[in-house]
T-cell receptor, first 118, second 114 residues
Framework: AQTVTQSQPEMSVQEAETVTLSCTYDTSESDYYLFWYKQPPSRQMILVIRQEAYKQQNATENRFSVNFQKAAKSFSLKISDSQLGDAAMYFCAYSPPRGGTSYGKLTFGQGTILTVHP | GAVVSQHPSRVICKSGTSVKIECRSLDFQATTMFWYRQFPKQSLMLMATSNEGSKATYEQGVEKDKFLINHASLTLSTLTVTSAHPEDSSFYIC??????????FGEGSRLTVL
């Protein structure tokens, strides 16, 4: 079974600074997807970024980027130029590969609460 | 863009009653939907996978007779909490998988059992 671990229950950052959220996972599969989701107080899950394990290039979405280390099974999220609206709970998640019936069956980490100070 | 709607967003019921939560994909066909449960300040735990036209697949430890899932059409899956008890109070979230593979989450439903 796959497991996802986020070892930082809470993190804080000053507005305009950079913060990195950690995530490690365990799987015996070679192909899979990894995600970072943001959950603001509204509880709506918002996709931040997605990475396919077969792609060596780290995914980037504007101010958000990941450091994907497949051998180390590490998938950290870097938020640059932090904004007040970035404050939320962030979840790292694992999915079986696309093309299979289980794609989208997500295993989530424990979450990291991010506070952004003005 | 694609939207997944959950209804009701909040529901309060008495212990022993049953509650139905709907997850609807508004502008796409969802062959598969997933149901998650989230306790306050905790992570999302997968409860079951719902496939249109077939029986749901439940995760280990989830009582299928208590949490009835029906996926009667390509746009609607329902979760019925039967004989609800206070310990069933939680936030229930669905996600829908589009044929292309994209995933979309509903807004969630907060269940409070008195």
């Amino acid at each position: 079974a796959q497991t996802v671990t986020q070892s930082q229950p809470e993190m804080s950052v000053q507005e305009a600074e950079t913060v990195t959220l950690s995530c490690t996972y365990d799987t015996s599969e070679s192909d899979y997807y990894l995600f970072w989701y943001k959950q603001p107080p509204s509880r709506q899950m918002i996709l931040v970024i997605r990475q396919e394990a077969y792609k060596q290039q780290n995914a980037t979405e504007n101010r958000f980027s990941v450091n994907f280390q497949k051998a180390a099974k590490s998938f950290s999220l870097k938020i640059s130029d932090s904004q007040l609206g970035d404050a939320a709970m962030y979840f790292c998640a694992y999915s079986p590969p696309r093309g299979g019936t289980s794609y989208g069956k997500l295993t989530f980490g424990q979450g990291t609460i991010l506070t952004v100070h003005p | 863009g694609a939207v997944v709607s959950q209804h009701p967003s909040r529901v309060i019921c008495k212990s022993g009653t049953s509650v139905k939560i709907e997850c609807r994909s508004l502008d796409f066909q969802a062959t598969t939907m997933f149901w998650y449960r989230q306790f306050p300040k905790q992570s999302l735990m997968l409860m079951a996978t719902s496939n249109e036209g077939s029986k749901a697949t439940y995760e280990q430890g989830v009582e299928k007779d208590k949490f009835l899932i029906n996926h009667a059409s390509l746009t609607l899956s329902t979760l019925t909490v039967t004989s609800a008890h206070p310990e069933d109070s939680s936030f229930y979230i669905c996600s829908a998988r589009r044929r292309s593979g994209e995933l979309f989450f509903g807004e969630g439903s907060r269940l409070t059992v008195l």
